[in-house]
C-alpha cells in the first residue's frame, strides 16, 4: 500500500483525555478512519504511514464515523507514535 492510498483510510487521529490513557494503559492509538475500511487495511495503513506494526485493531462505528483502535507491542511504540503525529 503506498503512503496515498494510506492517508484515504487513516483520516485523522482521535484525540481525547480517554485516548491518552488508552496509549498508556492498553498501548493503543485510536484513528478516525474510511467507514468502508476493513481491520487488514487499517492495519497496512498503519504501517505504510507510520512504520510501525500494529499487534490488533479493533474498530467500532459512531457519530464521528468510523474509529479504529489500533494496538502495538510495547507501551513506548504507542507513546513514540502519539509523539510522531502530534498526540502528545
Known amino acids: 500500500m ?5 492517508r484515504r ?3 485523522k487521529p482521535y484525540i481525547t483525555e480517554k485516548t491518552f490513557a ?7 492509538i485510536c484513528f478516525i478512519t474510511d467507514s468502508g475500511a476493513s481491520k487488514r487495511e487499517i492495519a497496512e495503513a498503519v ?6 506494526k500494529p499487534t490488533g485493531v479493533n474498530t467500532a462505528r459512531t457519530l464521528y464515523g468510523k474509529k479504529a483502535f489500533v494496538q502495538f507491542s510495547t507501551t513506548e511504540k504507542a507513546r513514540d507514535l502519539a509523539t510522531d503525529i502530534g498526540m502528545l
Open 22 to 28: 488508552m496509549i498508556e494503559n492498553e498501548r493503543k
Open 2 to 6: 503506498n503512503p496515498e492510498q494510506a
Open 9 to 11: 483510510i487513516i483520516l
Open 47 to 52: 504501517e505504510a504511514l507510520y512504520r510501525q
